[in-house]
């Protein structure tokens, strides 16, 4: 298993510019999020998914888009970058059904906007 | 509202030296888990530890244990006879029942362990 994976890693934007972070999970989990990492402001969550076709908003959503077509599949589009979404993002992905488990966390996308 | 607070910004030790990372947080819940997580300087975030709040167990496991108080909404980390490879940062998170992967996450805690 891949676990969770993130592409690209590291990605400059110009302000204005548009752009799609991949994520992707081969665990079969229903729950997938998007968190940002801020300094000193820990993760906040931008959006999450309990399934297929459901998405929903998480603390920070604004200047985010997100669609869930597939259960692996979790990509998080950024429809016209700003300077203040220069932040490192994290995938992540849970399984649903008994205890509450850890989420599985993807390596990250380090962006920086111009 | 759930709020997590790491009051501890930084902390630096020399080696062997105990030391312990500090997590407060609010919540209305009487059902909710508790989390700690690691972030090496290569970026990953890392899992330590779960806690539900029934369970005020203490927790240890080799030179980490975990202390909660629900008393004082207290979530506590030491690390025993600290080592270099601990350097990083500490991220508490807090998480409701029913709350899919919601995470509340502290600021965190960069912690510098000096040879």
């Known amino acids: 298993n891949a676990g969770v994976t993130q592409t690209p890693k590291f990605q400059v934007l110009k302000t204005g510019q548009s752009m799609t972070l991949q994520c992707a999970q081969d665990m079969n989990h229903e729950y997938m999020s998007w968190y940002r990492q801020d300094p000193g402001m820990g993760l906040r969550l931008i959006h999450y998914?309990?399934?297929?076709?459901?998405?929903d908003q998480g603390e920070v959503p604004n200047g985010y888009n997100v669609s869930r077509s597939t259960t692996e599949d979790f990509p998080l589009r950024l429809l016209s970058a700003a300077p203040s979404q220069t932040s490192v993002y994290f995938c992540?992905?849970?399984?649903?059904?008994?205890?509450?488990?850890?989420?599985?966390f993807g390596p990250g996308t380090r962006l920086t906007v111009t | 509202a759930q709020k997590v607070t790491q009051a501890q910004t930084e902390i630096s030790v020399v080696e062997k030296e105990d030391v312990t990372l500090d997590c407060v947080y609010e919540t209305r819940d009487t059902t909710y888990y508790l989390f700690w997580y690691k972030q090496p300087p290569s970026g990953e975030l890392v899992f330590l530890i779960r806690?539900?709040?029934?369970?005020?167990q203490n927790e240890i496991s080799g030179r980490y244990s975990w202390n909660f108080q629900k008393s004082t909404s207290s979530f506590n980390f030491t690390i025993t006879a600290s080592q270099v490879v601990d350097s990083a940062v500490y991220f508490c998170a807090l998480r409701r029942n029913n709350a899919g992967n919601m995470l509340t996450f502290g600021g965190g805690t960069r912690l510098m362990v000096k040879p």
């Open positions: 998914s309990v399934g297929a076709g459901i998405t």
């Open positions: 806690r539900n709040s029934f369970d005020e």
């Open positions: 992540a992905s849970s399984p649903t059904g008994g205890p509450p488990y850890e989420q599985y």
